[in-house]
Nanobody, 119 residues
Framework: QVQLVESGGGLVQSGGSLRLSCAAS????????VAWYRQAPGKLREVVAG???????NYADSVKGRFTVSTDNAKNTVYLQMNSLKPEDTAVYYC?????????????WGQGTQVTVSS
């Protein structure tokens, strides 16, 4: 079984930084891509950042230049570095990781972590 555990959320003032982590455990060979999503109250879940297995990244316009997605393959952990945070970044953040097991790729979701940015 594969488990994703998110951490790093919290309360921060506007302009501050947080780094979210999403650690994958279980019988996996590696990570084959990741995306970070967020969902604010009353809004649909939206993708904010993605990283392909080839190393290409893409970001929502609202976070471009402020957020950075990365992976540590040795630790099977993915990260979302968030700088210059704004109150509108307040949301529950979810990682979606494509995990390689037995030569196949499976998609798993983290449990979500709350990020609150105060003005």
């Amino acid at each position: 079984q594969v488990q994703l555990v998110e951490s790093g959320g919290g309360l921060v003032q506007s302009g501050g930084s947080l780094r979210l982590s999403c650690a994958a455990s279980g019988s996996i060979s590696g990570i084959n891509g990741v995306a970070w999503y967020r969902q604010a109250p009353g809004k649909l879940r939206e993708v904010v950042a993605g990283l392909t297995s080839g190393g290409s990244t893409n970001y929502a316009d609202s976070v471009k230049g402020r957020f950075t997605v990365s992976t540590d393959n040795a630790k099977n952990t993915v990260y979302l570095q968030m700088n210059s945070l704004k109150p509108e970044d307040t949301a529950v953040y979810y990682c979606n990781v494509h995990v390689v097991r037995g030569g196949l790729t499976y998609s798993y979701w983290g449990q979500g972590t709350q990020v609150t940015v105060s003005s």
